[in-house]
């Protein structure tokens, strides 16, 4: 008697659909055209790659075609034009993927993305990617990055020194940071070309540079560490 209800109920959603015909209130839920949307807002535009790119007076910004290569890889992109910036602290190349369209309005000073297809969600992430990478190079080569890097420790400390006895220089002139962390001797890292590093103090790196991605160290900008708690008996 117990499978009796659930055999009825069965039934009767079966007999609408042979014959035709549906009840007024499960007509929305059983049309087959029904679509099911969760959400009753327009697709609007990436907040980051939407927003325009202040060139400063003193950047240039130009749009330079690249030599057209053989795409070997499949579903790869193959950038087509890259955005030259150059300013009063050095210069910066960005290849721009060829989905993504750059212009520049010299007359209002402002660079503005757009893609090809705003559904597909590769192409609207790179947009945003994009739009900051070349907000980044704008500011670097105009004003430049600064980077502190603090050295926690008993004893650690940090020198610039023009040589090393551990590692080679890969460019002529290059210096090397010479760490004190807690080895029995120095750890030498050398200073990539295009950064200035100096030590305002034995415990802080200062690095400057045009390219924000080498900013990379051991504690950045005052960043907390969480230690863990002492067991005390």
């Known amino acids: 008697m117990s499978c009796l209800p659930q055999r009825c109920a069965r039934q009767l959603l079966r007999e609408p659909f042979q014959r035709g015909s549906l009840p007024l209130f499960l007509t929305p839920a ?25 060139v400063p007076p003193e950047v240039s910004f130009t749009l330079v075609d690249l030599p057209k290569t053989l795409n070997r890889g499949h579903g790869k ?3 087509t034009h890259a955005a030259q910036i150059k ?49 980044n190079h704008v500011t670097g080569v105009s004003e430049g990055h600064i980077c502190v890097l603090s050295l926690v420790g008993v004893g650690y400390r940090a020198t610039i020194e023009p ?27 050398g200073i990539p070309e295009g950064v200035q590093a100096s030590t305002p103090q034995p415990t802080r790196i200062l690095l400057e540079g045009v390219d924000k991605r080498k900013g990379k160290g051991i504690f950045v900008n005052g960043e907390t560490i969480k230690l863990k708690a002492k067991k005390i008996k």
């Not at 060829?98 to 007359?107: N, R, Y």
């Open 163 to 189: 040589k090393a006895t551990t590692v080679s220089p890969t460019y002529p002139g290059q210096q090397f940071v010479s760490l004190k962390v807690g080895f029995s001797h120095p750890i030498e890292l």
């Open 77 to 79: 992109d193959v950038p």
């Open 30 to 54: 059983f049309s087959p055209s029904r679509a099911q949307c969760f959400s009753t807002t327009a697709p609007v535009q990436s907040r980051v790659g939407g927003a325009a790119i202040s």
């Open 87 to 135: 300013g009063p602290k050095g210069e910066m190349t960005l290849n721009i993927p060829s989905f993504l369209t750059v212009s520049h309005d010299q007359a209002t000073s402002k660079a503005t993305l757009s893609i090809q297809d705003r559904e597909v969600p590769h192409q609207r992430a790179m947009w945003g990617t994009t739009r900051a990478l070349l907000q």
